[in-house]
Structure formats: C-alpha cells, structure tokens
C-alpha cells in the first residue's frame, strides 16, 4: 500500500464519522429540507464527472463515470423532487366552493 492511498483512506473515513455525527445531531423537522438542498448541491458531481470523462480511457473507467453519473443525477432529480414536495406543504390549500344555500319559501 502507498502512502498516498492511506491518507486517502483515513480521510475518507473521517469524512464519514464526522457526517454521520452531523447528520444524526440534525431534528427531524430541520432533516428533509437538509437533505433536500444536500442533494441539489450534487450538480456539482455531474460537472466533476464531465470533466473526469474526458480523463478516461478503457472500458472500466467508463463504466464508473457512468455510473458516477447516474447516481450523481438520480441525487440531483430526488432533490429536486423532495424540495418541491416540500414546498407544497406550504401552499395554500384551494376553499372548495359550498354549496348554494335554500333560502326559506323556496320549493324545489
């Protein structure tokens, strides 16, 4: 193992501790709106995979930039989705229209 690959790994690793340890500290009603615009930041993982690509040669790489960008974008549409979802919790509901009332003498 290299050095460089180590210190890639450890990290990665605290990257992971403190995120979780961020994440888990978030309430519940603060968690959805969070992770909303979490995962429409991640345009900017479909742009590092743009430029990635233009890096790769051979059939393995090209299946990871694929399926970096699948993930990148099914994150980038879900946020999208969620915040929208989100938002129409907030709007305001339409007033059913009543119907008409009987006024006293009138038969039908």
Request: hydrophobic share 55%; aromatic share 10%; glycine share 12%.
């Amino acid at each position: 193992m290299t050095q460089g690959f180590v210190g890639n790994l450890t990290i990665f690793v605290l990257a992971l501790l403190v995120g979780f340890e961020v994440i888990s500290k978030v309430p519940a009603t603060l968690h959805t709106p969070l992770m909303s615009g979490a995962n429409s930041i991640h345009g900017v993982v479909l742009v590092g995979v743009v430029v990635l690509s233009s890096f790769v040669d051979g059939p393995f790489g090209y299946v990871l930039t694929f399926v970096a960008a699948a993930f990148g974008a099914a994150n980038v549409v879900g946020g999208y989705a969620v915040t929208d979802r989100m938002l129409q919790m907030f709007r305001k509901r339409p007033v059913p229209a009543s119907a008409p009332k009987a006024v006293e003498g009138d038969t039908a």
